[in-house]
């Protein structure tokens, strides 16, 4: 039985982070360092599906409909900045997708999506970076180049798309531009994982917790 306000709130919390995404876009925002109102939204999005599953379990098609179980899925995508939130979002949809009660690509996106986070080959080619050479997206590497195409058809996607040839080089700024972004983007996810273990390691030592407070 579909739960109608859940639905409606997930497909709520989607709209706003897209309609914020437009904007940066449409302002030239986005392509570099996070925008720190993108990180909001995707902030007090994660804190707030993360009371829902609380409630109600993963918000899957039999209770949120199709398009609110994908509005979910969307929401622990763009959680970027939580990797524990991530990765406990992945055994949801990953049970899921065992029960049919949303489709396995939802499972194999954030599967890709963390393992391109964490510096892991992809295995479902989901996940594009652009190339600083010549600026053209390509794959995140490929843990199977040669069986990248079966294992997407097991989770109902398409072949991958062509993969484009090398291009004429970018001009030095565009090519620095890239490639500082993207050190960018490496430092602070590291940064996001260690203070997720460091969290994770006081949650499981109470005295380290107590000698923490009493600095």
């Not at 843990?143 to 004429?168: E, F, K, Q, T, Y």
């Not at 983007?185 to 996001?192: G, K, T, V």
């Not at 949650?203 to 380290?208: F, G, H, I, V």
């Amino acid at each position: 039985m579909i739960h109608e306000s859940l639905r409606q709130e997930l497909l709520a919390m989607r709209e706003e982070d897209l309609r914020v995404r437009g904007e940066l876009e449409a302002a030239g925002e986005l392509g570099g360092p996070y925008v720190p109102r993108m990180e909001a939204v995707h902030v007090r999005n994660a804190a707030r599906l993360r009371e829902l599953i609380a409630q109600h379990g993963w918000p899957a098609e039999d209770i949120a409909g199709e398009d609110g179980a994908k509005a979910a899925w969307f929401i622990a995508q763009h959680a970027v900045g939580e990797p524990d939130f991530q990765r406990q979002s992945l055994v949801h949809l990953q049970a899921c997708a065992a029960q049919g009660r949303v489709p396995a690509w939802h499972a194999a996106y954030l599967e890709d999506r963390i393992a391109m986070h964490e510096g892991r080959p992809q295995r479902f080619g989901t996940q594009w970076v652009d190339d600083p050479n010549d600026g053209r997206a390509r794959p995140w590497s490929l843990a199977d180049p040669g069986g990248v195409n079966d294992l997407r058809a097991s989770v109902g996607l398409a072949a991958i798309h062509a993969i484009p040839a090398a291009g004429p080089p970018l001009p030095p700024e565009q090519r620095r531009a890239l490639e500082e972004a993207r050190a960018w983007w490496d430092e602070w996810l590291s940064e996001q994982r260690l203070a997720a273990r460091m969290t994770a390691a006081f949650a499981a030592r109470p005295q380290l917790r107590l000698f923490k407070s009493a600095l």
